[in-house]
């Protein structure tokens, strides 16, 4: 495989895994998923976390998947190498492991003391890939293995962090998120 086929297949297989925090930032709002609780002194989890952005960024996470697929047979005609067609189990995984690595990064941020919307470097910019990588190899391991090679996985976990603090910086800008990170 050449890089740019190891790129493009890496950011198209992990486009339904980025879409679900950037979603839940627009759909934020509601309750919190731990309901307010606290423990040993600090939230569970925090306000930053609620069932209305979850819900929605999973779904987002899925419909894009959808999308993708639908627009894949064109976009294969152009291309010199295959790029992954998402069936459900991989969609929604790649999408609720997003989603399940910003909430256990939050519950690490909690117990270290950090507010919401705290900074935790490397933390918040890798939690969701490796949920999303983790669930998915776990519940559709063919289809990850076909995939996600040792080369993708490589280009993944340096392509995403680029990614996720220029496109957060862009969302702050457009006052869409409260920080830059
Ligand atoms: N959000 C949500 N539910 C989620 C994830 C995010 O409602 N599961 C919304 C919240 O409005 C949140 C915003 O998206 O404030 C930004 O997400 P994020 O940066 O992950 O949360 P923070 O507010 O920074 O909180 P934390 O410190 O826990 O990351
Ligand atoms: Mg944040």
Known sequence: MDWLAVVGTAFWAMLPAY?????????????????????RGHRLLGDGKTWRG???????????????????PALLSLLWFDLPHFPFVPALTLSAGAMFGDVTASF?????????????????????VVGA????????PAWFGRWFTWPVVLAVLVLT?????????????????????
């Open 19 to 39: 879409v679900p925090n950037n979603a839940a930032v627009l759909a934020g709002g509601g309750r919190p998923i731990d309901g307010g609780r606290t423990w």
């Open 54 to 72: 979850t819900a929605f960024g999973v779904a987002a996470g899925v419909a894009l998947a959808l999308v993708l697929d639908a627009v894949r």
């Open 108 to 128: 690490l941020k909690r117990r270290t003391g950090r507010a919401r919307g705290a900074a935790f470097p490397i933390l918040d910019q890798l939690d969701f």
């Open 133 to 140: 990588l983790v669930l998915t190899a776990l519940a559709a």
């Open 161 to 181: 962090p680029l990614l996720h603090v220029s496109t957060n910086w862009v969302a702050f800008r457009l006052h869409l998120k409260n920080e830059p990170w």
